[in-house]
């Protein structure tokens, strides 16, 4: 393998942090085959290197590194894959030393030349298979994901980033070995980060879809999934604050205070997406009263949005960013968020926009809002 390649790793420092983080990222576009893959090669990084051949050796490493912190994962961005490994260390940890741990377990892994350790492969799959069959057990997660899926008609963005078990037992170690050498070999976005910008957009569904899955549980989950192509981002931010972002509310006080229906009621922005999806967990026989509630809350928007929500609103967001801003691991996702977006993400250039943003600009993106998936599990 030419470990010529090797990447400059980025580096991420916050003056009242006690700790560093080092950590290289790779892009690729979201399909079922890059998701499932990346998924194995995620376990592999995490457990083994040709230096350390197991997780026992790796963690002896990392203690000698005062106790040092490492992760692999990949996550989507919109229709971009993203597989990331970091390593925390204290400060007085020497960069050289972050840095060549790094480099040992992304350009230097176990393998035969043509694919991975066979018993690294299975270790790394069967970790894959259990959280792929064990993420139904959390159903707020599940209920999410399967109206992902039906929103996104099972392509790009709508795809679990967990992957798929069919597709995970047509999987071999060679195929996987094919898949880093392809993705350590992408053209250079940015400092630290490989790959390539997906320029191809998954698209929501046409129609509304209203998918009922039954199940034994004692409570039922309702998704909403609202599509707003071209809205504004900073607009559907506080869109979504005010929607059902925190317990202030228009979701939370009609709802659940005034008609005490849910266990739980609540929106979030899939921000590269421009979707925001309403989650709740009810009683199985309130379905269709919470249904009709959360969309006539929505429908009636328009008419009752005052400064009061509106300030409120951007408090909650300016309050996200700035946690982010002072989290070493909400840095590291600015720098990715940096190179998908193209240009720098600055905490001083988001919270002028926010403030910039104005009642019409989030009517301007309520307009665009429209319902496209009730998804019901119970």
Sequence with gaps: MNTSLKLEGFKVAIGNQKTNIFGMAFINTVTRDNIIKSAVLSEIFLNSSKLF???VEINRRLNKMNGAV????????????CLIVTLETLKNIAEEEAEGFIYDIVFKPYTDGISFDSGVFKRAVDTVKERITSSKDDKKYYALQRCLEEMFDFKGYGLSENGYIEDLEKLSTED????????????????????????????????????TETEETAQGRICMGFSAEGADEAALLLLN?????????????????????????????????????VQAGIEKAAKEKTIRL???????????????DILSAKASVKNIYLAKEDN???????????????RPITINNKLEILEKTEKSDILKALEKLKLKTIYFLG
């Design 294 to 308: 959360i969309t006539q809350a929505v429908n009636d928007l328009e008419n009752n949005i005052t400064d009061e």
């Design 53 to 55: 051949k197991n997780p």
């Design 176 to 211: 996987v070995y094919r898949y880093y050498e392809k993705l350590i070999s992408g053209s250079v976005i940015e400092r630290g980060i490989t790959g390539r910008v997906c320029v191809d957009k998954s698209e929501v569904c046409e129609d509304v879809k209203y998918i």
């Design 70 to 81: 490492f992760n692999v994962g990949s996550c989507k961005k919109g229709d971009n894959l």
């Design 241 to 277: 604050e005010i929607i059902g972002g925190n317990a202030g509310s228009k979701l939370f006080a009609k709802v659940r205070e005034k008609e005490n229906l849910c266990y739980y009621i609540n929106s979030s922005l899939h921000r590269f997406k421009n979707v925001i999806i």
């Design 328 to 342: 070493p691991y909400g840095a590291v996702d600015n720098i990715i968020d940096s190179a998908i977006y193209g």
